[in-house]
């Protein structure tokens, strides 16, 4: 069954041209005058394995009634209506227009997965105008180029995710659960790593010993906890980078902080008579650093001080890790299984947390009512910073665009302000929250 693809997109952004080279021949008359496409144009065309059905569709909106314009509007929105998913194009080189703005939310207002393509991106000032579009709601634009085909393997891997062809809902939902949550341990060495992974595992799969620095490549082991596939990756222990001399130990931990940066949910296992000491604080601020949720496991507490090592522990994140709130702790005994539960649940949970989308209408509220609460400070020119509107970006970890009049004036504090209100109003605890700000423009120049 052939997927079908919508282009849509105001006049003279290049659908045509793009329907063309997906097609594999010029169907589309391509003309610089804009509004050359009337009728909703379709062809069957083949994009490497994918079986398309794609729709050219005017890009004219404003309409009186009975008018040729008005029914090539019908005919866009029966298009969209008809299609699997749309293909939304805009002029990277002359920014977002209102007629923009119009379409996306006719869009949007379909409720129709939609592909955001900033078309005519051949070189790099187009970069200011790339980001612009995340105001109007679609997600992450693709940077694109019709006429030279630049941007196609990205266009091929986001319409791969719809094809109809090869499975159909449930079997999606069954590939989705096949793909393995990638899940790394890490932490100094001889504090239980591979203890812990083989109880994990149910079987004596690493070397465990009294010695530390047994395990030296990280080691990724696949398996299933209560239904859920995991690729779990046991890595050697890291020392403070001082202490490390030899190559073998570099390329372990080389080894070590590529597994962990590659995972999606990393577990940082403490030793309990030992609760986040320098290096321990050093591999966590590594780990959020690239973007990857946190769980922290306290090892060996079947014989630890159990109170003593609490109150440390509560006292170093709050003190040493204020950059990320809420991270999820468990208290476990690799040795005798217990606990793990608890620190599987404590997983997948930030696992979510780490996968989160907000939707438009909270996250615009939450953005309005915080900085009700607490307004942006003064800038350089004695004035009140603007901070026009918020969009988020991306998920894994959740990010975010603020855009705003003076984006240089805003202050780190502020900046951290919104992170925590953010973090405590959506229940993001344990993920890093990326917030950029970025020059909106001067609707006056």
């Keep these: ?42 062809v069957l065309a083949k994009f490497k394995d994918l079986e398309l059905l794609l729709t050219d569709t005017a890009g004219f909106e ?22 699997d998913v749309c293909l939304f194009m805009f002029d990277a080189r002359s920014g977002i227009h209102p007629y923009d703005e119009v379409f996306a939310d006719l869009v949007r207002q379909s409720h129709k997965p939609t592909i955001l393509l900033a078309n005519k991106c051949e070189g790099k000032a187009q970069e200011d105008n790339i980001f612009e579009a995340y105001k109007l709601g679609l997600g992450q ?72 620095g047994i395990t030296r490549d990280a080691i990724s082991s696949e398996f299933i906890w209560e239904g859920h596939k995991i690729s779990l990756a046991d890595t050697a222990g890291l020392r403070k980078q001082a202490r490390v001399s030899d190559s073998l130990e570099k390329m372990s931990a080389a080894s070590t902080k590529h597994a962990a940066f590659m995972a999606q ?44 090592a ?67 400070p003064l800038g350089k020119n004695k004035r009140r910073i603007k901070l026009k509107y918020i969009t988020q970006a991306k998920t894994r970890p959740p990010s975010f665009y603020i855009f705003s009049s003076n984006p240089e004036g805003l202050p780190e504090s502020y900046l951290r302000y919104l992170i925590n209100s953010l973090r405590d109003t959506f229940n993001l605890g344990g993920v890093p ?13």
């Excluded at 404003?62 to 299609?83: W, Y």
């Excluded at 709050?318 to 468990?330: A, F, R």
């Excluded at 929250?433 to 120049?445: E, F, G, L, Q, S």
Aim: neutral net charge; glycine residues 6%; charged residues 30%.
């Design 1 to 42: 069954m052939s997927l079908r693809v919508a282009i849509i997109g105001r006049p003279n952004v290049g659908k045509s041209t793009l329907f063309n080279r997906l097609a594999g021949r010029k169907i589309a008359i391509v003309h610089d005058t804009p509004g050359v496409t009337r009728d909703r144009k379709e």
């Design 62 to 83: 404003d309409a009186k009634m009975g008018s040729i314009e008005q029914r090539m509007l019908k005919q866009t929105k029966r298009a969209i209506e008809e299609s």
């Design 141 to 212: 634009p693709i940077p694109f180029s019709a006429e030279h085909g630049l941007g196609l393997e990205d266009l091929y891997t986001e319409l791969k995710g719809y094809d109809k062809s090869v499975t159909d809902e449930e079997d999606s939902a069954a590939d989705e659960e096949e793909k393995p949550l990638k899940l790394a341990v890490v932490g100094r060495p001889n504090v239980g790593k591979s203890t812990l992974v083989n109880a994990l595992l149910n079987d004596e799969r690493m070397l465990t010993g009294p010695e530390a």
């Design 265 to 308: 949910v990393v577990i940082l296992v403490l030793d309990a008579d030992a609760v986040l000491d320098k290096q321990d604080l050093t591999i966590a601020r590594q780990v959020i650093d690239e973007g990857r949720a946190l769980v922290i496991a306290v090892n060996k507490w079947d014989i630890a001080n159990r109170k003593e």
């Design 310 to 376: 609490l109150e440390k522990l509560n006292d170093k994140l709050q003190t040493s890790l204020t950059q990320i709130s809420g991270i999820p702790t468990v208290t476990i005994s690799a040795l005798r299984r217990e606990g793990l539960d608890k620190l599987m649940s404590a997983v997948f949970k930030v696992y979510k947390r780490w996968n989160t989308r907000i939707p438009t209408a909270p996250l615009n509220k939450w953005f309005s009512d915080v900085q009700e609460q607490n307004q942006p």
């Design 433 to 445: 929250i990326r917030i950029t700000v970025r020059k909106a423009d001067n609707p006056y120049a």
